[in-house]
């Protein structure tokens, strides 16, 4: 009997295997389809800044409608990009997007809105990202600063120090950079005096917790993070903000930006003019409310 429970139970373990492995092929296979099949597209999510609820940028999320799998999510097949190398190209299709993107928003008249794109370590250590991002940028006859490259912790544990020197010469070329989902990875600090980074993304996993009064350690580790980031001379953007208690929080513990669901989800590109459109609206009448109050 116990031979026979055993046996079942690895066909199960067999079984579920199976299906990881069939779901990673048909997203490699759906993948490697999406570029020319025209299956990405890129959102936008708004970050606005607290001292002043002014918009001053959006993070650029990609986006896989697969016409075989339907909506797949980043956390999904970003990590199948990575191993096989397709990141490469996808990488170079989100920066030039991204890129047509501020043009556009400057058509539009939004001169100095910032977009940050989240960049993989691979495409540091193999693809071309500095030729890339200078060439894309000339291009579109954009300032360099307007272009923002968010790169995680995992950037550290690339060890023959390629990345560290392709960074040098982003921050160099006057691109911004910003370490993203800040406090979730291995990084030690010591290594945040080396990164040339002018922004670091709090987690949203610390931002989750915030701000019930009980929640004494969440609290002590935002806090000093804002802090240790301001001594740094680091812009602080807090992920994930959900609440306005949250809100409330983060700006009145000194953090500099935010985003998240409560201030928007990410847009598609072609709903951000009347999102920015409805959100000057809604400003304005705050105003003149505040000013009614007087
Ligand atoms: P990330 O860069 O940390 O992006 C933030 C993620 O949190 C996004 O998930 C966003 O939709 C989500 N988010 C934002 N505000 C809220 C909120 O208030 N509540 C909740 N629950 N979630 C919120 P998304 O779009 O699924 O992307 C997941 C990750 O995939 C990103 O994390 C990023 O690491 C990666 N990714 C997305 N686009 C790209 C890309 O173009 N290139 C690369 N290499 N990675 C990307
Ligand atoms: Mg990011
Ligand atoms: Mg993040
Ligand atoms: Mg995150």
Not at 82 to 91: H, N, Q, R
Request: hydrophobic residues 45%; negative net charge; aromatic residues 8%.
């Amino acid at each position: 009997r116990a031979k026979e429970s055993g046996k079942n139970s690895f066909c199960l373990f067999d079984s579920f295997m199976e299906a990881v492995v069939m779901e990673r092929l048909a997203i490699e296979s759906g993948l490697r389809q999406a570029l020319v099949n025209n299956e990405l597209a890129l959102h936008y999510q708004p970050i606005i800044n607290l001292a002043d609820n002014q918009v001053t940028g959006f993070e650029a999320l990609l986006r896989w409608n697969s016409k075989d799998l339907g909506s797949v999510p980043p956390l999904k097949f970003i990590p199948v990009a990575e191993s096989t190398g397709m990141i490469i190209p996808i990488g170079e299709w989100v920066i030039r997007q991204a890129c047509g993107f501020i043009k556009k928003l400057h058509e539009a008249g939004y001169a100095d809105l910032k977009i940050a794109v989240n960049i993989s370590v691979n495409q540091l250590v193999v693809g071309n990202v500095i030729e890339n991002v200078k060439e894309t940028l000339q291009e579109f006859q954009l300032e360099p600063w307007l272009l923002e490259l968010e790169i995680t912790e995992s950037i550290l544990m690339e060890s023959s120090g390629t990345s560290l020197k392709q960074l040098d010469e982003l921050a160099t070329m006057g691109v911004s950079l910003a370490l993203d989902d800040f406090g979730t990875g291995y990084s030690s600090l010591t290594y945040l005096r080396q990164l040339p980074i002018c922004t670091l993304k709090l987690d949203k996993t610390f931002v989750d917790n915030l701000p019930q009064v009980n929640n004494t350690a969440t609290r002590a580790i935002v806090e000093g993070i804002i802090t240790m980031a301001h001594k740094l001379g680091l812009i602080v953007v807090a992920e994930g903000v959900e609440t306005g208690e949250q809100l409330s929080y983060l700006y009145h513990h000194s953090c500099d930006f935010a985003q998240g669901y409560y201030i928007s989800r990410p847009i598609p590109e072609n709903e951000v003019n009347v999102w920015l459109i409805n959100r000057k609206f809604l400003n304005n009448n705050a105003c003149q409310n505040s000013e009614l109050m007087l």
